[in-house]
């Protein structure tokens, strides 16, 4: 079982940067890949970018190369998504996930946090 827990989601105004985190817990966190997700409202749930705990390689959507960033913290368990140049479109909630592969299909992610708002107004 791991548990997700996300924070660092807040209002913003556009051209701001903004860092969210995920903690993980649970015996085998560090056997997963981590992944950030947003869904705005009235839209699916949306991939945004992953990385492997082990090798740190990532994976990231098109519409935010460039502009966010994801690190992880072995040390701490800790998954982060650094978020710059945002813009209004980015307003969502941003989930955390654990999956089993560097996949963008949210159906390969078995364990998913609570969700932590990010609004962008203009």
């Known amino acids: 079982q791991v548990q997700l827990v996300e924070s660092g989601g807040q209002l913003v105004q556009a051209g701001d940067s903004l860092r969210l985190s995920c903690a993980a817990s649970?015996?085998?966190?560090?056997?997963?890949?981590m992944g950030w997700f947003r869904q705005a409202p009235g839209k699916e749930r949306q991939f945004v970018a992953a990385?492997?705990?082990?090798?740190?390689?990532?994976r990231y959507a098109d519409s935010v190369k460039g502009r966010f960033t994801i690190s992880r913290d072995n040390a701490k368990n800790t998954v982060y998504l650094q978020m710059n140049s945002l813009k209004p479109e980015d307003t969502a909630v941003y989930y955390c996930?654990?999956?089993?592969?560097?996949?963008?299909?949210?159906?390969?992610?078995?364990?998913w946090g609570q969700g932590t708002q990010v609004t962008v107004s203009s």
């Open positions: 996930a654990a999956g089993a592969r560097l996949s963008a299909a949210s159906g390969n992610y078995h364990y």
């Open positions: 649970g015996r085998t966190v560090s056997s997963y890949v």
């Open positions: 990385i492997t705990w082990s090798s740190g390689s990532t």
